[in-house]
């Protein structure tokens, strides 16, 4: 909110009258608030592991203090910048939560945890000019992306010295699919714990992630982000190249839904030979 300024004359004497010249509080307008060029609160829920965590993208500035209120007007977040990175203020912030596993923090109290509802970012720029925007958080999480490696199911499990080691052996060229996202997520107890019935759901985008990792543990990791209209990715060759017969790659399915919450589903493949 606008930052009161208070301003006061002292009493001028007279050799008659005693006259009190007082200025009230001046009230800024909301218009002189200057909203951040992008503010965002939203989940991801790693569908593959069982984990929610909450995440925000806020840009906009140069601002030396930030702060983040949820619904009721509790404050949840206070950045404030001290010495030389002051002057020099900030403008893009990220963070994302830890992200427990649901054994540890079940979907039911994570959601309750944080209540859906409008949330105000509230920043103050370098020449003490007030920031603000609301962003609306919701339960609704899409449904996990049910992918495919070459018209092959993928693997449900990817560690080779677990039990149940099921990725699918492929060849060049790989292509990963996946069917259109339209619904919120079914699992009640799961990542579905925010919104029952399932609803429609409006995707943004989708994001795919692959990883490569050779005998040097040196990762090569390709990500890219597809339209809603677009739902498969043949891996370019210059990646696939890298490996051997043998290697494993993994790969990360990323629905986004409108309001920015979104589902990952994490899987591998083996390059046949």
Not at 242 to 250: H, I, S, T, V
Request: aromatic fraction near 10%; charge should be negative.
């Amino acid at each position: 909110m606008a930052k009161l300024n208070y301003k006061y004359l002292s009493r001028l004497i007279l050799p008659i009258t005693v006259t009190v010249f007082t200025i009230l509080p001046v009230h800024a307008d909301d218009d002189d608030e200057i909203p951040f060029d992008e503010a965002h609160l939203f989940f991801e829920l790693n569908n593959t592991d069982g984990d929610l965590g909450i995440h925000a993208l806020i840009d906009g500035g140069p601002w030396k203090r930030l702060r983040i209120e949820d619904p009721n007007e509790r404050k949840m977040l206070a950045v404030n910048v001290r010495g030389r990175l002051k002057r020099q203020g900030l403008t893009e912030f990220f963070f994302e939560s830890a992200e427990p596993t649901f054994d540890e923090l079940s979907p039911q109290d994570f959601f309750a945890r944080f209540p859906e509802g409008i949330y105000e970012v509230e920043g103050r720029t370098l020449d003490y000019q007030e920031l603000e925007s609301e962003t609306e958080i919701t339960h609704v999480m899409p449904a996990p992306p049910q992918t495919l490696v070459n018209g092959q199911p993928m693997g449900l499990q990817c560690d080779d010295e677990l039990p149940g080691y099921d990725a699918p052996e492929v060849t060049s060229p790989v292509t990963i699919s996946w069917a259109e996202v339209t619904m919120s997520h079914p699992d009640p107890f799961g990542g579905g714990a925010g919104v029952q019935p399932p609803v429609a759901v409006e995707i943004n985008n989708y994001e795919v992630v692959v990883e490569y990792e050779d005998e040097d543990e040196f990762a090569s990791v390709l990500g890219v982000i597809l339209p809603p209209s677009e739902t498969s990715m043949t891996i370019p060759e210059e990646l696939i190249g890298l490996a051997e017969p043998g290697d494993a790659f993994k790969f990360e399915v990323l629905a986004r839904e409108e309001s920015y919450n979104q589902t990952a589903t994490e899987s591998c493949f083996v390059l046949a030979d």
